[in-house]
């Protein structure tokens, strides 16, 4: 018994120095993991400030962009509302007549449900000029109008006061804008539109152009192109956080014009 009682002790030693030896181990990991702690917090702090620098500076180089190459205004039209004019013509037309004529104007249909839309016909969106202008409620069918009408239609081609070209070029920089858009935010946009290489008159060399540039489109293409171009700006409206209630699925330049303002909190996230 005397030596087994010796046995036990010697045991109980070396697993007490071994108990010593994982303790101090123990210990080590604890103040590394602690160091590298320290450091991880610092490194994300770091990060986070890199970040809010890179926000920065894409903000910056969007607000240049949309103030010197792309801007983008709201443009008062000073149209009538029929319902006025109506009232006008016709003194026996009732109040409340009238206040639902000017209400079914200042609706769509969208979705299978009516919601309001209090810009409907009051205002155009100009994007680089004055004089390029979109409709406010995403009515682009003057374009396809004008296009069937051309296929059909012999004689002199009026190019002046056309606007079909007007919309096809304000869809044209709007691609531009969007595409440039999302490289200086680096986010990737869920739909392509089509880039052509075309050769530019006496030059030789080959120019990329979007689809809205090129030859006249015919209406199910057109459709579909405006329905990706619309996708792509609400995703980078999305991306930036955009007021929600301020978005529309067809307002193409009234979106972007949200999503470029200066009153965008998040813009360059």
């Known amino acids: 018994d005397t030596e087994g009682l010796l046995r036990i002790?010697?045991?109980?030693?070396?697993?007490?120095?071994?108990?010593?030896?994982?303790?101090?181990?123990?210990?080590?990991?604890?103040?590394?993991?602690?160091?590298?702690?320290?450091?991880?917090?610092?490194k994300t702090h770091e990060l986070k400030t890199q970040y809010e620098h890179l926000a920065n500076l894409r903000r910056a180089h969007i607000l240049e962009l949309t103030s010197v190459i792309f801007p983008i205004e709201e443009?008062?039209?000073?149209?009538?509302?029929?319902?006025?004019?109506?009232?006008?013509?016709?003194?026996?037309m009732t109040s409340s007549t009238v206040s639902k004529l000017a209400e079914a104007r200042r609706t769509t249909y969208l979705s299978g449900r009516w919601v309001c839309d209090d810009h409907n016909g009051d205002t155009s969106i100009?994007?680089?000029?004055?004089?390029?202008?979109?409709?406010?409620?995403?009515?682009?069918?003057?374009?396809?109008?004008?296009?069937?009408?051309?296929?059909?239609?012999?004689?002199?081609?009026?190019?002046?006061?056309?606007?079909?070209?007007?919309i096809s070029a304000a869809l044209c920089y709007a691609t531009q804008l969007v595409n440039t858009l999302s490289l200086i935010l680096d986010v990737n946009l869920p739909k392509k539109l089509c880039n052509r290489q075309v050769k530019i008159r006496g030059i030789s060399d080959l120019?990329?152009?979007?689809?809205?540039?090129?030859?006249?489109?015919?209406?199910?293409?057109?459709?579909?192109?405006?329905?990706?171009?619309?996708?792509?700006?609400l995703h980078l409206c999305f991306s930036q956080h955009v007021n929600l209630d301020l978005l529309h699925p067809l307002h193409t330049l009234r979106n972007l014009m949200y999503l470029v303002s200066p009153d965008t909190e998040n813009l360059g996230r």
């Open 9 to 42: 002790k010697e045991e109980n030693q070396k697993h007490y120095r071994r108990a010593q030896r994982h303790q101090e181990k123990k210990e080590k990991i604890q103040r590394h993991n602690r160091k590298l702690g320290d450091l991880v917090e610092k």
């Open 75 to 92: 443009v008062k039209t000073s149209m009538r509302d029929p319902a006025d004019v109506s009232s006008e013509s016709d003194n026996a």
């Open 126 to 166: 100009s994007i680089t000029g004055p004089w390029i202008i979109l409709p406010n409620n995403g009515d682009y069918s003057a374009y396809y109008s004008w296009v069937e009408e051309k296929k059909t239609t012999q004689g002199p081609d009026m190019e002046h006061n056309n606007p079909a070209h007007t």
């Open 207 to 233: 120019r990329s152009v979007n689809e809205f540039c090129g030859e006249n489109l015919s209406r199910h293409r057109f459709t579909r192109a405006v329905k990706k171009l619309n996708a792509n700006i």
